[in-house]
């Protein structure tokens, strides 16, 4: 009895958390971070770009280095899923566009999670949801069919005699399901909030890398 109270709390604490917790839309945390972004780049941007440390020191070619003729902030955001390996790519392209610019402090790259389409999000949600009812069916099961004035089934006493078995693979296809509805296998580049680049994986840092020099050359 003592395990199905523990587990009762845990069942109800994560349904709480789960509906009372914020939740943004995709699209509005992308349009969110994009604004505070902008936003924090118009404060005194060039002191807090002086401030950021520039990785790659000890790589950096002066002579072979590009330089924009601007003294505004220039912002370039890589949004990427971070589920398929593609931070690795994202990596790539920070450390080429610092060593391609050494010289513009004002250059700043910032990453982020590209975002997840709202009806792959409600289905993830959907989905948590279940594994909820699951776990409450095999606690509750005889509370549940009384409330409906019906005997229990007797394949439902044999499912909830192998409950442990069952709640672990439920758990298992649960975190398959969201994995998949959450996984983009997409990146998403903007140059000053310009969308440049919205791809799906495979992705050539290299190819990406050159997209975006072109582009910020041209702010010249």
Known sequence: MKL???ITYIFFALIAYDIFRAQPKPQQQAQEQQQDNQSEQGQTNQDMNQQ?????QEDIDLENAEYIESTLPINVEILYCNRTGLHTQYLELERNIYLTFPKNKNLIVNPGEYPVPEINSQLSKFVNYGQY?????MFFHKQLFAMLSMP????VEKIVEKKIFVLIGAIFL?????????TTGKMMVYVDSKLIL???????ADKVFQLIKTELLQLQ
């Open 4 to 6: 199905e109270r523990v």
């Open 52 to 56: 950021k440390e520039r990785p790659f």
């Open 133 to 137: 009812a699951l776990m409450a069916a």
């Open 152 to 155: 229990v089934p007797g394949i």
């Open 174 to 182: 649960v975190q398959q399901l969201q994995n998949s509805l959450l």
């Open 198 to 204: 919205d791809q799906a994986a495979p992705i050539q």
